[in-house]
């Protein structure tokens, strides 16, 4: 778990990251000093990667555990495509106070 993007997932893994290993600070949308391009997480890929890597990560500055990303991600599957448009501009705190009331 050495790689860049195992380092940033215990900060903020909604940013930008440099998928090399060469420690650049990558620029969302710009060529690095490094040659890579610099990728962004959308919110529910954090949360999905929570999921899938069984390892809490910070969200949008919020520190979310295993569980509250499995309920999060759960709701979000069960959304119709409308509602799944409007999931990034809820507050990920609401959201995930929904989705424990809805899982519980």
């Known amino acids: 778990m050495g790689d860049a993007v195992s380092v940033l997932d215990?900060?903020?893994i909604t940013g930008c990251y440099c998928p090399?290993?060469?420690?650049c600070k990558p620029v969302p949308g710009r060529?690095?000093?490094c040659g890579c391009v610099a990728h962004t997480v959308s919110r529910i890929e954090a949360l999905r990667r929570i999921v899938s890597d069984s390892q809490h990560a910070t969200v949008e500055g919020v520190l979310v555990?295993?569980?509250?990303a499995s309920a999060m991600v759960q709701v979000f599957d069960a959304l119709s495509p409308?509602?799944?448009?409007?999931?990034d501009s809820v507050p990920l705190?609401?959201?995930?106070v929904f989705a424990m009331k809805k899982v519980s």
């Open 20 to 23: 090399s290993d060469c420690g």
């Open 65 to 68: 555990d295993l569980f509250t």
């Open 93 to 96: 705190v609401t959201l995930a």
């Open 82 to 87: 409308a509602n799944q448009a409007k999931f």
């Open 10 to 12: 215990a900060r903020d």
């Open 31 to 33: 060529v690095n000093v």
